[in-house]
């Protein structure tokens, strides 16, 4: 499968990294937006690897990080939709 970024998740993406980089480090931000990636690219092989939402949407944990990828499945890519903090209220619409 192909793993496909909207521009709101890639929105969310510049944020973290600028946010992370003011707030803690730029290495920091480095590591964890190449977590975020390799998440994502984790979809590739596994993309039921998220829990169902009842919006058909997915969600997926970064692993070691407070960060939730929400994608679904459209044909044969992943389309991550947002990247939210878990405690952002990331049930709001993309």
Request: charged fraction near 30%; hydrophobic fraction near 50%; avoid cysteine.
């Given at each position: 499968m192909r793993v496909k970024w909207t521009?709101?998740?890639l929105g969310d993406i510049r944020g973290?990294?600028?946010?992370?980089s003011k707030e803690a480090n730029p290495g920091v931000a480095l590591r964890l937006i190449s977590a975020v990636r390799a998440?994502?690219?984790f979809l590739r092989d596994f993309p039921r690897a998220g829990r169902p939402l009842p919006s058909g949407h997915r969600l997926l944990r970064?692993?070691?990080?407070p960060y939730l990828l929400r994608y679904r499945i459209v044909g044969n890519a992943v389309e991550v939709l947002r990247v939210h903090h878990e405690r952002?209220?990331?049930?709001?619409?993309s």
């Open positions: 521009l709101p998740a973290i990294d600028e946010w992370l998440r994502a690219a970064v692993r070691n990080s952002e209220d990331w049930q709001l619409p």
